[in-house]
């Protein structure tokens, strides 16, 4: 089954009335319950991809389908990334000011108050499986690089999203926290997840289903 | 960003900002609608308002003119120059220091603060009187010396002699009496009505009709006042009594310049505001978009949160304005026996239109700084 689909999208950016081309009419679709490696050079517009995928960036040409047909609009595309969609970057991206817990409840923010007691029940029990039963209460400073990125996790996972995409998970983590991510990513593509990865990191290939490179904004499967 | 501190050094000095304004706001557009609405009032009640004096050609047969005037069906009275001001003396009031000399006006006091007794009327002959007149001597010495003026308010109901112009008795009645004591431009001045005037006159002196005099007019509607030129031998028609207006002016426009900057302020000052609080929280704004917030959501938020500022700064200054009109009038308008009377309250409607200013101003310039959220860039801050 399809979980989402881009059909010949391009993007470029304009910087300097120079024109980058980031992506080049690139098309794919992506199943479910695999979990699928991207690796690419530098500046090859992996990111671009990850974010266009997360309906964070629009493409300048093609269209993005989710489940099979195309949403638009800021609201629909956001409600969509806030119901189907987790995303896991390599800087974690937690709000400072706010406990694992209340960072890992803030995409139940949206439709449900802050204090809905099955929110912060779920919330708990997702830190609690991911180990950082302790760490609830503390506030990203307070916590190593890996505990952030589970807590970063635990967020994306929070709506029991259909699709996970993740920036480079493991790029500011040590060997021990790399495996755990590699593998909780695993574990989820196994539980029917549609997982997209981008990564440096050569152990990927150990755990990914199909591994895509993006070379010059053009995407190929690769043996 | 979830849990925004209202009471934040950035919130409180918007607050106060958005305050000053308000306040502003509501007390300018308060004095304006009190000071005009009784203006309006103030020209429809007074007949003295209606009172045109008619500048005359001087070959023009005074006599023929005023029979001819008071015919028209717009005239209501018309009489010479000199019977529309004369001096008398207070017979009562005569002694060795004074003399008892005031002037009296033949139009309505207008809006004088009578103090005691009552307005005039036009069935009776009486006159209204300053709460107390100046001995001549003294005021000569020092007009302003309030200390050696002689009350008569005492006398009020009272029937006084007048000595007419030096020379005929006449028995007045003292209807009423004006606070004076913060004007001291034109001392000893008394009030009858015209009407009076003529009957003092008419029994005093024999009018030399013949003399440069203009002639003064107590016309039904100023709208009518071109008529007046039809008649042969009038030059001019000019006003005698004109609302004092200029302070008002002078008023109007400082408090439109000041509105001006306020508001130019402001707009500025909360588009600073609330862009630097986008730039402060740029990084958080990006987290929310990841996990599924929309920018409709998002700027919300802050529309939401300009508002409830607006709404505590707008209730406070209702409240501020409020004390401070109260004590307005004595504050600033109190040597304006015009305005004197006046008292001022924020109406519904001047709340509604300068919370609508505020609003407007705020929202304004909210929606320019959150231009910001649309054109945020996700790269940027995953780079970070
Ligand atoms: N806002 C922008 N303005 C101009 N150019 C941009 C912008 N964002 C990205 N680019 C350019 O687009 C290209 C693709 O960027 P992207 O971040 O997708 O690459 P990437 O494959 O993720 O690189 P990396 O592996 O270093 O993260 C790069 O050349 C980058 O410089
Ligand atoms: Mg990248």
Redesign the interface.
């Known amino acids: 089954m399809d979980m989402v689909t881009v059909e010949s999208c391009s993007k470029s950016y304009k910087k300097n009335k120079e024109v980058i081309l980031a992506l080049k009419n690139i098309s794919y679709s992506f199943k479910k319950g695999i979990f699928y490696s991207i690796m690419g050079p530098s500046g090859s517009g992996k ?2 991809l990850i ?1 266009i995928l ?1 309906g ?2 629009e493409p300048d040409n093609g269209k993005v389908l989710y489940f099979g047909s195309t949403i638009r609009g ?2 629909n ?7 189907h ?1 987790g ?1 896991i ?3 974690f ?3 400072e ?2 406990t694992a817990l ?1 960072n890992v409840l ?2 139940t ?2 439709n449900h108050s ?1 204090k809905s007691i099955d929110n912060v029940v779920r919330c708990r029990q997702i830190l609690q499986e991911l180990g950082l039963k302790k760490r609830e209460n503390h506030y990203p400073k307070e916590l190593s690089g890996g505990e952030q990125q589970r807590v970063a996790i635990a ?1 994306a996972l929070v ?1 029991n999203p259909d699709i996970i995409l993740a ?1 480079e998970p493991t790029g500011n983590l040590d060997k021990k926290n790399e495996e755990y991510v590699f593998k909780l990513l695993k574990k989820l593509s196994t539980d029917g997840k549609c997982v997209i990865v981008v990564s440096h990191n050569e152990k990927i290939l150990k755990y990914s289903d199909i591994n895509l490179e993006l070379e010059e904004g053009e995407l190929r499967e690769k043996k | 960003m979830k849990k925004s501190n209202i009471l934040s050094l950035k919130n409180v000095t918007m607050l106060f900002l958005i305050f000053l304004l308000s306040t502003f706001l509501l007390i300018g557009i308060t004095y304006y609608f009190s000071v005009s609405k009784y203006y309006q009032e103030y020209v429809e009640k007074n007949h003295g308002f209606r009172i045109l004096y008619l500048l005359l050609d001087d070959d023009c047969d005074r006599g023929k003119l005023i029979e001819n005037l008071e015919n028209s069906e717009h005239v209501e009275d018309a009489f010479l120059e000199d019977e529309y001001s004369t001096f008398g003396i207070i017979n009562e009031y005569q002694s060795d220091e004074f003399t008892g000399e005031v002037l009296l006006i033949g139009v309505d006091p207008g809006m004088q603060k009578i103090i005691a007794g009552s307005d005039l009327n036009d069935s009776e002959y009486g006159m209204i009187c300053p709460s107390s007149i100046y001995p001549e001597i003294f005021y000569d010495e020092n007009p302003y010396d309030y200390r050696k003026n002689i009350d008569i308010s005492s006398d009020v109901g009272n029937t006084l002699t007048l000595k007419y112009g030096g020379i005929k008795e006449f028995k007045l009645k003292l209807l009423g009496v004006f606070d004076r004591s913060f004007d001291y431009t034109d001392p000893n001045v008394c009030y009858v009505t015209h009407k009076t005037l003529r009957y003092l006159n008419d029994n005093t002196y024999d009018y030399d009709i013949s003399s440069n005099s203009g002639i003064y007019v107590l016309i039904d509607d100023l709208k009518n006042r071109e008529k007046l030129y039809e008649y042969k031998g009038v030059e001019d028609v000019y006003l005698v009594t004109t609302i004092r207006s200029d302070k008002l002016q002078n008023i109007i426009f400082v408090l439109g310049i000041f509105t001006t900057i306020m508001i130019s302020f402001i707009v500025v000052m909360s588009y600073l505001f609330t862009n630097r609080q986008i730039i402060n929280n740029y990084r958080n704004i990006g987290i929310l978009r990841i996990v599924g917030y929309s920018k409709k959501i998002l700027k919300r938020r802050y529309y939401i949160s300009n508002i409830k500022l607006c709404i505590i700064a707008i209730t406070l200054s209702i409240i501020v304005a409020n004390c401070f009109l109260t004590n307005f009038v004595e504050m600033f308008l109190y040597d304006n026996p015009q305005l004197s009377l006046m008292n001022m309250h924020t109406t519904l409607n001047t709340v509604i239109i300068s919370t609508v200013i505020i609003l407007m101003t705020v929202l304004l310039s909210t929606y320019i700084s959150l231009k910001r959220i649309d054109n945020l860039d996700i790269l940027e801050i995953i780079n970070d």
Do not use: A, H, V
């Open positions: 990111s671009t974010n997360g964070l960036i800021d609201n595309l956001s409600k969509l990334r806030n119901q969609i995303m970057y390599q800087s991206l937690l709000n000011n706010m209340e803030l995409p923010y949206i802050y967020r709506n920036d």
